[in-house]
């Protein structure tokens, strides 16, 4: 998963034609590193995707206006719309996440 430092690098990544991934997480988040202990195996069954890191305390700005509201926080964008958002209170389990997955992508 590569991370995403600047606000420039966010808004040209989510223009990709093809779906791309982003978590929202923060270093404190103790969900966030629950979520760290499962994403492996799903970044490896959905390799074929771009996966990206935000700390949200990094880039407040653009948490605020995707209504990032609770973390970890995963959301798809293509072509510069967010397409999908999952919210971190359906994000605790890898079952749920690999459920959105399936829907979104």
Same mark, same amino acid.
């Given at each position: 998963m590569e991370p995403i430092h600047k606000t420039e690098s966010f808004n040209q990544i989510i223009t990709s034609d093809d779906p791309v991934i982003i978590k929202f997480q923060a270093d404190w988040c103790p969900d966030c590193r629950r979520m760290d202990m499962f994403i492996g195996d799903i970044l490896e069954e959905y390799k074929g995707y771009q996966w990206y890191d935000v700390n949200r305390d990094e880039l407040p700005d653009i948490a605020d206006h995707y209504q990032v509201m609770g973390i %970890? $926080? &995963? &959301?798809?964008f293509k072509r510069g719309e967010k397409i999908a958002h999952l919210h $971190?209170?359906?994000?605790?389990? %890898?079952? =749920?996440? =690999?459920e959105f997955l399936q829907k979104s992508l």
């Open positions: %970890p $926080s &995963l &959301l798809v $971190s209170a359906n994000a605790k389990t %890898p079952e =749920e996440v =690999e």
